[in-house]
Nanobody, 126 residues
């Protein structure tokens, strides 16, 4: 198992930036592909970005593509999500998650991620 703890959320004005961080503990972090998801009130949890075990592959949802960067540091057991040009529609609770299975592609499905953090709230004011 791996335990995940997110940080870095907060209140930010539209157009601003945030860097979310997820710290992992437990089993070897490099065994997991990692993803960031978000859930807005009244909406389903949605994929935001994913990164492969080594960090060599990344994938982004269209909603954040071009203004977000996911990165990981396997030596520090962390995965970060930088989001720029924030919009009010980015308001949500953001979760990091770990996928223990090797796949030929990065999964965007929440059901494929077995381990989840508690989430960090991001509020973007207009």
């Amino acid at each position: 198992q791996v335990q995940l703890v997110e940080s870095g959320g907060g209140l930010v004005q539209a157009g601003g930036s945030l860097r979310l961080s997820c710290a992992a503990s437990g089993q070897t972090f490099s065994r997991y592909a990692m993803g960031w998801f978000r859930q807005a009130p009244g909406k389903e949890r949605e994929f935001v970005a994913g990164i492969s075990r080594t960090g060599g592959r990344t994938y982004y949802a269209d909603s954040v593509k071009g203004r977000s960067t996911i990165s990981r540091d396997n030596a520090k057991n962390t995965v970060d999500l930088q989001i720029n040009s924030l919009k009010p529609e980015d308001t949500a609770v953001y979760y990091c998650a770990a996928d223990p299975l090797w796949r030929p592609f990065l999964s965007t499905a929440a059901k494929d991620y077995d381990y989840w953090g508690q989430g960090t709230q991001v509020i973007v004011s207009s």
